[in-house]
Structure formats: structure tokens, C-alpha cells
């Protein structure tokens, strides 16, 4: 009898050697990683993508299989911390929990969230809610992952556990550990957003685009998260695949910025346009204005730009040091306040970034105060605020 059943414990109904069960892990794991991504996040959090009513429900059976997490409640969590990003309400942010905190306990915070009935149902709404996500998928959420252990089982064998092991560890490390932690402390950026995104690599593969997480916080609700030429996002490849097969359709992608030549004064079209790529308007202040002023000021004090200002306080002239330690602050405003030419830039971008995220619904008052902004930019007598100005007016989005 021992000889009979012993095949069955090391190899299940399936009896696949290790190369086999390495390629079964990869494909699980990527499905589940495509559910997250795909469906949690760029369709039910963010609305950028509608799927196929039959492939809806596969990554909703998926996720409750290999995650036990619901709908629901996952697309709450995300939409507060983009609600509530970097302040002590964001549920995950490693500024304010610390990245150890974040990178390790993730799944901890996750729970916590949870249990914020009110926040789920505040920005929870639109998600699921019919028989088969009120009577399984929610009141019994940790019976998927029993019944993932089970079929692991009985199709690989005791080499099967192992396998859902790592299925159950995959998304607690990746998702909540590496892009909700990582993906707010380490990485370049494309976008001076209003928070400390980052995008990990510019080849968002492994974890299924969520690696340009800096593009995703700049533009939250387009189902393409790269953004540059250079940049691929694997998430965005599939969407494309199935939209070509009738399985999806792109509801929201981020709208392409047009630069008009010899624009006298900024119109509803700049306004338009500024308040969609209001991020990259900071950018190119950040990468035209400041960092060719600060270029000039080490040249005339005969110094490296590091020798004049470190790094970190440099990277602190984006936001006026909101990001760095209390001391560090001090420094960086008693630094600027020497130095009148970059005191006269940080004012100018701190009025136009006020300006472009003041809660206002009056366009024709702020357009009045874009159009005084760039009058005053191109009496500063500074070069490169002039043509900073020049280039802003004649933002457009592009048809």
C-alpha cells in the first residue's frame, strides 16, 4: 500500500518533476499578481479598464483563492492612501510607519485597515456586492487559500505545500511589502507628485507593471502606468492584448501634453492642460528652473554643485523641504534666504504649485491668476524663468 501511495505524496495526481513545479509557481504567481493589478487596481480602485464579465469574475475568484483578501476592502485601503497619501491617515505610507514597518509588516497593515469599517465603506463604493461576493467570497475569505492548499495537494503532492507557501507569501512580500514600501522610498521619478512615489525600474515585469509607481501617483486613474519611451509595462501589454480580443476596454489613459509655439497669454487650453500635467509642470520648474540656477550659483562660487548644496537638501527644493528632518529644514531655509536669485525661484514655485492645487471650481479666477503668474515670471529678469513662462502658455492637450 506504502509503495502505492507514496508516488502520490511526492509528486500528486500530476506527478511533475522540479522544472515543472518551478513553471507552475511562476504561472500561479503571475496570475495572481495580473489579478491584483489588473483588476483590484487599475479596474475596481481607479476605474481605468472594464474587463469581460467572465474574466471580471476569474481574477475575482483568483484573488479570493490565493489572497483571501476582498474586493472591497482592498480598493478602500488603496483609494485612502491616494486619498491620505504621506499623512499619519495613509494606511501604508513609510514616512509616517517607517519603511521596516511597511517593507515587513505590510500584511499587518493591511489587517489594520480593515478593521476601519467606516474608511471601507467611504471608499469602497462601486465594488461588488452581489450574492456570491455577500455569501462566499467575503464572510468566508480564508476558505480560498484552504481551498488552494488542498488542490495544491492533490495535483502536486507534498512538493505541492511548499508551492502554496510561497503563493501565500508572494503578494504580502511584493505588493505590501516592496511597491507600498519601496515604491515610497527608493527608485528615480518622473514627476515631482505631491508625495514620495517612486518608480522601482523602468521595466515594470516581474510584478506586473506596479513597478512605476511614480507614474501611477502622478496619473491614478490611466491603465497604463509607463510613461516613457524607455519605460514597459507588462500590465499594460496584457490590457492591450485582451482589448484586442474584445476581453477589455480602456476607459482612462493619461492625456498627452501638447506644447504650442508662441502663445502670448495662457488661455483655457493651458489651464486645461497644466491642471492634467500639473506634475510635470513642477518637474520641468525643478529640472529648468532651479537646477540650471543652482548650476550658476556653484560656477560663480567656484564649487561642485554637492560642494554647494548636499544632495538631500537639493532634492528638498522640489517641495520646500517638506520631506526632510525638522534640522535639515532649518538648513535648507536658512540657505535659501542667503541667496536672494533662489529665494525669488522657490516663491514663484511655490505660487504656482498653490495655484495649480487649490480647490477651486472659478477657472476664470485662476486662469487670471496664471496669467499674472507667468506676467510676473517674465519681469523677474531671470533667463530661465522667462523661458519656463514662455514654454507654460503654451501647454495643450493633445487630440
Same mark, same amino acid.
Given at each position: 500500500?506504502?509503495d502505492a501511495?507514496?508516488?502520490?505524496?511526492?509528486?500528486?495526481?500530476?506527478?511533475?518533476?522540479?522544472?515543472?513545479?518551478?513553471?507552475?509557481?511562476?504561472?500561479?504567481?503571475?496570475?495572481?499578481?495580473?489579478s491584483?493589478?489588473?483588476?483590484?487596481?487599475?479596474s475596481?480602485a481607479?476605474?481605468?479598464?472594464d474587463f469581460?464579465?467572465?474574466?471580471?469574475?476569474?481574477?475575482?475568484?483568483?484573488?479570493?483563492? !490565493? !489572497?483571501?483578501?476582498?474586493?472591497?476592502?482592498?480598493?478602500?485601503?488603496?483609494?485612502?492612501?491616494?486619498a491620505?497619501?504621506?499623512?499619519?491617515?495613509d494606511?501604508?505610507?513609510?514616512?509616517?510607519?517607517?519603511?521596516?514597518n511597511?517593507?515587513?509588516?505590510?500584511?499587518e $497593515?493591511?489587517?489594520?485597515?480593515?478593521?476601519?469599517?467606516?474608511?471601507?465603506e467611504?471608499?469602497?463604493?462601486?465594488a461588488?456586492?452581489?450574492w456570491?461576493?455577500?455569501?462566499?467570497?467575503a464572510p468566508h475569505?480564508?476558505?480560498g487559500p484552504?481551498?488552494?492548499? $488542498?488542490?495544491?495537494?492533490? &495535483?502536486?503532492?507534498?512538493?505541492?505545500?511548499? $508551492?502554496?507557501?510561497v503563493?501565500?507569501a508572494?503578494?504580502?512580500?511584493?505588493?505590501?511589502?516592496v511597491?507600498?514600501?519601496?515604491?515610497?522610498?527608493?527608485?528615480?521619478?518622473?514627476?515631482?507628485?505631491?508625495?514620495?512615489?517612486?518608480?522601482?525600474?523602468?521595466?515594470?515585469?516581474? *510584478?506586473?507593471?506596479?513597478?512605476?509607481?511614480?507614474?501611477?501617483?502622478?496619473?491614478p486613474?490611466?491603465?497604463?502606468? /509607463?510613461?516613457?519611451? +524607455?519605460?514597459?509595462?507588462?500590465g499594460?501589454?496584457?490590457?492591450?492584448?485582451?482589448?484586442?480580443?474584445r476581453l477589455a476596454?480602456?476607459?482612462?489613459v493619461?492625456?498627452?501634453?501638447d506644447?504650442?509655439?508662441?502663445?502670448?497669454?495662457?488661455?483655457?487650453?493651458?489651464?486645461?492642460? &497644466?491642471? /492634467?500635467?500639473?506634475f510635470?509642470?513642477?518637474?520641468?520648474?525643478?529640472?529648468n528652473?532651479?537646477?540650471?540656477a543652482?548650476?550658476?550659483?556653484?560656477? #560663480?562660487?567656484?564649487?561642485?554643485?554637492? #560642494?554647494?548644496?548636499?544632495?538631500?537638501?537639493?532634492r528638498?527644493?522640489?517641495?520646500?523641504?517638506r +520631506?526632510?528632518k525638522?534640522?535639515?529644514?532649518?538648513? $535648507?531655509q536658512?540657505?535659501?534666504?542667503?541667496?536672494?536669485?533662489?529665494?525669488?525661484?522657490?516663491?514663484?514655485?511655490?505660487?504656482?504649485a498653490?495655484?495649480?492645487?487649490?480647490r477651486?471650481?472659478?477657472?476664470?479666477?485662476?486662469?487670471?491668476?496664471?496669467?499674472?503668474?507667468?506676467?510676473?515670471?517674465?519681469? /523677474?529678469? *531671470?533667463?530661465?524663468?522667462?523661458?519656463y /513662462?514662455?514654454?507654460?502658455?503654451?501647454y495643450?492637450?493633445?487630440?
Open positions: 500500500m506504502f501511495i507514496f508516488p502520490f505524496l511526492t509528486g500528486g495526481l500530476l506527478g511533475l518533476g522540479w522544472a515543472g513545479l518551478l513553471v507552475t509557481l511562476l504561472v500561479f504567481t503571475q496570475l495572481t499578481i495580473f491584483v493589478t489588473l483588476y483590484l487596481h487599475r475596481q481607479h476605474r481605468g479598464v469581460h464579465p467572465v474574466l471580471n469574475h476569474f481574477f475575482r475568484f483568483w484573488t479570493w483563492l !490565493t !489572497t483571501s483578501m476582498i474586493t472591497k476592502e482592498w480598493v478602500a485601503i488603496h483609494r485612502k492612501h491616494h491620505k497619501v504621506e499623512t499619519e491617515e494606511p501604508h505610507s513609510p514616512r509616517t510607519k517607517g519603511i521596516g511597511v517593507f515587513w509588516r505590510g500584511v $497593515l493591511y489587517r489594520e485597515a480593515r478593521w476601519q469599517r467606516a474608511d471601507i467611504q471608499y469602497g463604493k462601486g461588488p456586492d452581489d456570491i461576493e455577500r455569501h462566499l467570497y475569505a480564508t476558505l484552504t481551498a488552494m492548499l $488542498l488542490v495544491n495537494f492533490a &495535483l502536486f503532492g507534498i512538493p505541492g505545500i511548499a $508551492l502554496w507557501a503563493q501565500m508572494w503578494i504580502p512580500f511584493w505588493a505590501a511589502g511597491v507600498n514600501g519601496l515604491g515610497h522610498w527608493w527608485g528615480y521619478r518622473n514627476f515631482e507628485s505631491a508625495d514620495t512615489s517612486t518608480n522601482l525600474t523602468p521595466w515594470g515585469v516581474w *510584478i506586473g507593471g506596479e513597478e512605476l509607481h511614480n507614474n501611477h501617483h502622478a496619473f486613474s490611466s491603465a497604463r502606468f /509607463s510613461m516613457r519611451r +524607455w519605460e514597459f509595462d507588462i499594460w501589454a496584457v490590457i492591450k492584448g485582451l482589448e484586442k480580443v476596454k480602456v476607459l482612462r493619461a492625456p498627452t501634453l506644447i504650442r509655439p508662441n502663445i502670448a497669454v495662457p488661455d483655457t487650453d493651458t489651464l486645461k492642460a &497644466l491642471l /492634467s500635467h500639473r510635470q509642470a513642477m518637474t520641468d520648474y525643478q529640472r528652473v532651479l537646477m540650471p543652482l548650476k550658476e550659483e556653484a560656477a #560663480q562660487a567656484g564649487a561642485r554643485l554637492r #560642494q554647494l548644496l548636499p544632495r538631500q537638501l537639493r528638498g527644493l522640489v517641495d520646500d523641504g +520631506w526632510l525638522p534640522d535639515a529644514r532649518e538648513q $535648507l536658512q540657505w535659501v534666504a542667503q541667496r536672494p536669485r533662489i529665494r525669488a525661484l522657490m516663491e514663484h514655485r511655490a505660487r504656482l498653490a495655484l495649480l492645487e487649490a477651486t471650481h472659478d477657472a476664470s479666477e485662476r486662469l487670471k491668476q496664471l496669467q499674472l503668474w507667468c506676467q510676473e515670471a517674465e519681469a /523677474s529678469g *531671470i533667463r530661465a524663468l522667462q523661458d /513662462s514662455a514654454r507654460l502658455k503654451g495643450a492637450l493633445a487630440h
